[in-house]
């Protein structure tokens, strides 16, 4: 055996040994078509939940739930116009809130409630 294949060797053995072997290629089970894979609900990172969010409501809690319908407006619809995820539910974002909502065939009545959240997590394009 050549130097070179000794090495070549030694170094797959190596590797294997280590647990960084390749797997193989054949595959159990089928791939999914495109169409047939849902993707997770998106989050930006200032809240996870599905409380009642709208107008009038302060506090560090609320401003979190208001920065979160911001962003996913911005980054999860088609809505036009950029929101500043300040935390502030205004006129701005109350108008983004009931289009959306219109878009996504739901009362339009500019609260985000748990139905309003659902429909921003999982996006709504038109």
Same mark, same amino acid.
């Given at each position: 055996?050549?130097? /070179?294949?000794?090495? =070549?060797? &030694?170094? @797959?053995?190596?590797?294997?040994?280590?647990? *960084?072997?390749?797997?193989? #290629?054949?595959?159990?089970?089928?791939?999914?078509?495109?169409?047939?894979?849902?993707?997770?609900?998106?989050?930006?990172?200032?809240?996870?939940?599905?409380?009642?969010?709208?107008? /009038?409501?302060?506090? =560090?809690? &609320?401003? @979190?739930?208001?920065?979160?319908?911001?962003? *996913?407006?911005?980054?999860? #619809?088609?809505?036009?116009?950029?929101?500043?995820?300040?935390?502030?539910?205004?006129?701005?974002?109350?108008?983004?809130?009931?289009?959306?909502?219109?878009?996504?065939?739901?009362?339009?009545?500019?609260?985000?409630?748990?139905?309003?959240?659902?429909?921003?997590?999982?996006?709504?394009?038109?």
């Amino acid at each position: 055996m050549t130097s /070179g294949r000794r090495i =070549a060797l &030694a170094f @797959a053995t190596a590797v294997v040994g280590a647990g *960084l072997a390749v797997a193989p #290629t054949a595959s159990a089970a089928p791939a999914q078509s495109v169409q047939n894979v849902q993707a997770a609900p998106f989050y930006c990172g200032w809240y996870n939940g599905n409380a009642l969010t709208k107008a /009038g409501q302060t506090g =560090a809690a &609320a401003e @979190a739930r208001i920065k979160e319908v911001q962003c *996913l407006i911005n980054v999860n #619809t088609s809505y036009p116009t950029y929101l500043d995820p300040d935390g502030k539910f205004g006129t701005l974002t109350y108008n983004a809130v009931t289009s959306v909502q219109r878009h996504a065939g739901i009362s339009d009545d500019g609260q985000v409630g748990s139905v309003t959240w659902g429909k921003l997590r999982a996006g709504v394009r038109w």
